[in-house]
């Protein structure tokens, strides 16, 4: 009986931050309906998040990785980066919610419910060194997404996104399952340490149906991240989602399939690093090529956006195709600047929405730097990091990923990816081009508030100072994944 009660403290210490979570997720739908004023109900979610990540913290600071329920998740250096990344995107993207989601009408209690819960989801796959337990994290990410899409009720295109994004992730999601069976099937296990012992001792890495679940696997996470051909769903649930939610998705589902992919391709298949970097590359190029290409022509900020981030994460995948842990290292380097940068981006989409003006397209933007010179300036720091021009994070982040996958010997890749990073520079500068060199159609009224500010202030500022003093993340990312 004794040991039992031991058993089950050591379990459930490392799941602390995402009990955290989940539980202040519970208590604000009940806050929900005692509290009229939804501010209160965001604020107690961003303290909930605070001390989870005070948790994540303590239990960061042991000395040696923790597992759990019989090394089917673990808190490691690894996770613990990644959880840093969630709780930033979820902090900044409740505080850009604000005002937002009353401005569209969409002010429910559960929305911020929601978004913690599917935080909560992104950190148990972040930690699963189990294919169940990956599976059942990624369905509460993905449940939660699904119902934040559509959160603007009475608007039709916001029900088309929630729609497309159900029935496509849910194919995703056989894709998952089916991959999972097919390698389950081979080893005899889903737990990632044991497949990769099984694919050493049996050396069945040319195996057929293995590969084809690795395939599977692949495919599932490409849907994750929307890598292109997987990215169908991407530019309308962008364009259909609040702003606020498109944010949120840009960044946290991303980050987490990513950590996902990182781990189980080096983990569990890393004997297989020849046939999955085979797949890999193709896919990156197609991602880059489509992302930069078909933003060209887009006229709606949000689309344009939701193909920059499918180029951008042909950027991310290049890391992992170096299959080199600093590759591993610069790619998670590269989502973390991401996070300040796109939500930083979507945070002055947002405040130029008010009532009767959307402000989402590109001509919406002509003159702000007459009218509004500060938010010109933020939105020209945002795209210029988007960009990759220096003295922003957006240059450090591309300049690792580039030189990794040279040292790695994939020179013709990365200048691939210079080339198509060259392109994208025409469609954000051509934000900036109607900030400042044109004159304004109207007078536009920004509707701000003060954690909108606060959000702004910080992601401008982390841009900047990541851009001039990269040192400390860099530092940061090394102690974290490498140790």
């Known amino acids: 009986m004794d040991m039992q009660a031991v058993i089950s403290i050591l379990d459930i210490s490392p799941i602390v931050p995402e009990i955290t979570l989940i539980c202040a997720g519970l208590m604000l739908l009940l806050l929900d309906l005692?509290?009229?004023?939804?501010?209160?109900?965001?604020?107690?979610?961003?303290?909930?998040?605070?001390?989870?990540?005070?948790?994540?913290?303590?239990?960061?600071?042991?000395?040696?990785?923790?597992?759990?329920?019989?090394?089917?998740?673990?808190?490691?250096?690894?996770?613990?980066?990644?959880?840093?990344?969630?709780?930033?995107?979820?902090?900044?993207?409740?505080?850009?919610?604000?005002?937002?989601?009353?401005?569209?009408?969409?002010?429910?209690?559960?929305?911020?419910?929601?978004?913690?819960?599917?935080?909560?989801?992104?950190?148990?796959?972040?930690?699963?060194?189990?294919?169940?337990?990956?599976?059942?994290?990624?369905?509460?990410?993905?449940?939660?997404?699904?119902?934040?899409?559509?959160?603007?009720?009475?608007?039709?295109?916001?029900n088309e996104a929630a729609m497309k994004y159900f029935f496509l992730g849910a194919f995703s999601s056989a894709f998952l399952l089916y991959g999972i069976s097919l390698t389950y099937g081979l080893t005899g296990s889903t737990n990632i340490g044991e497949i990769a012992a099984m694919i050493h001792t049996t050396g069945i890495t040319g195996n057929p149906v293995l590969t084809l679940g690795l395939l599977f696997i692949i495919a599932a996470f490409a849907f994750k991240v929307a890598l292109a051909p997987?990215?169908?769903?991407?530019?309308?649930?962008?364009?259909?989602?609040?702003?606020?939610?498109?944010?949120?998705?840009?960044?946290?589902?991303?980050?987490?399939?990513?950590?996902?992919?990182?781990?189980?391709?080096?983990?569990?298949?890393?004997?297989?690093?020849?046939?999955?970097?085979?797949?890999?590359?193709?896919?990156?190029?197609?991602?880059?090529?489509?992302?930069?290409?078909?933003?060209?022509?887009?006229?709606?900020?949000?689309?344009?956006?939701?193909?920059?981030?499918?180029?951008?994460?042909?950027?991310?995948?290049?890391?992992?195709?170096a299959g080199t842990p600093e590759g591993l290292t610069s790619t998670a380097n590269y989502l973390m600047i991401y996070t300040f940068m796109n939500i930083g981006a979507f945070a002055m989409v947002i405040m130029l929405r008010s009532e009767g003006f959307r402000g989402e397209d590109i001509e919406d933007y002509m003159g702000l730097a007459k009218n509004h010179p500060l938010a010109a300036a933020l939105m020209l720091v945002f795209m210029f990091s988007l960009t990759g021009i220096p003295p922003t994070a957006g240059f450090i982040g591309k300049f690792y990923i580039i030189m990794e996958l040279i040292n790695a010997g994939y020179t013709p890749l990365a200048i691939i990816a210079v080339v198509f990073s060259a392109i994208s520079a025409f469609f954000y500068l051509r934000i900036v081009i109607y900030m400042y060199m044109r004159d304004p159609k109207g007078d536009v009224v920004l509707s701000g508030s003060?954690?909108?500010?606060?959000?702004?202030?910080?992601?401008?500022?982390?841009?900047?100072?990541?851009?001039m003093f990269p040192t400390f993340l860099l530092d940061f990312v090394r102690f974290s994944i490498l140790g």
Not at 34 to 51: H, N, P, Q, W, Y
Not at 455 to 466: E, K
């Open 230 to 321: 997987f990215h169908m769903w991407a530019p309308d649930v962008y364009e259909g989602s609040p702003t606020s939610v498109t944010a949120f998705m840009s960044v946290g589902p991303k980050a987490a399939g990513f950590a996902v992919m990182g781990r189980v391709l080096f983990d569990a298949f890393g004997g297989m690093q020849e046939q999955w970097t085979t797949v890999l590359i193709p896919l990156a190029v197609i991602t880059m090529a489509t992302g930069s290409i078909i933003a060209l022509s887009q006229t709606n900020i949000k689309r344009m956006l939701a193909y920059s981030s499918i180029a951008h994460a042909g950027y991310m995948l290049l890391g992992i195709i």
């Open 450 to 467: 003060a954690p909108m500010s606060v959000a702004l202030a910080v992601t401008s500022m982390m841009v900047l100072m990541i851009g």
């Open 34 to 158: 005692f509290i009229s004023r939804k501010e209160f109900v965001a604020a107690f979610g961003i303290a909930g998040t605070l001390v989870a990540l005070y948790a994540t913290y303590k239990l960061f600071g042991l000395s040696a990785p923790q597992s759990a329920f019989s090394d089917m998740f673990v808190l490691d250096g690894y996770s613990s980066f990644f959880k840093v990344i969630f709780y930033l995107n979820l902090i900044l993207t409740i505080c850009i919610s604000f005002r937002y989601m009353k401005i569209e009408k969409a002010s429910y209690g559960e929305y911020y419910a929601l978004l913690l819960f599917a935080t909560s989801g992104m950190m148990i796959m972040a930690s699963a060194t189990d294919l169940i337990v990956l599976y059942l994290g990624l369905e509460l990410m993905a449940l939660s997404t699904y119902i934040l899409a559509g959160m603007m009720r009475k608007q039709q295109r916001s």
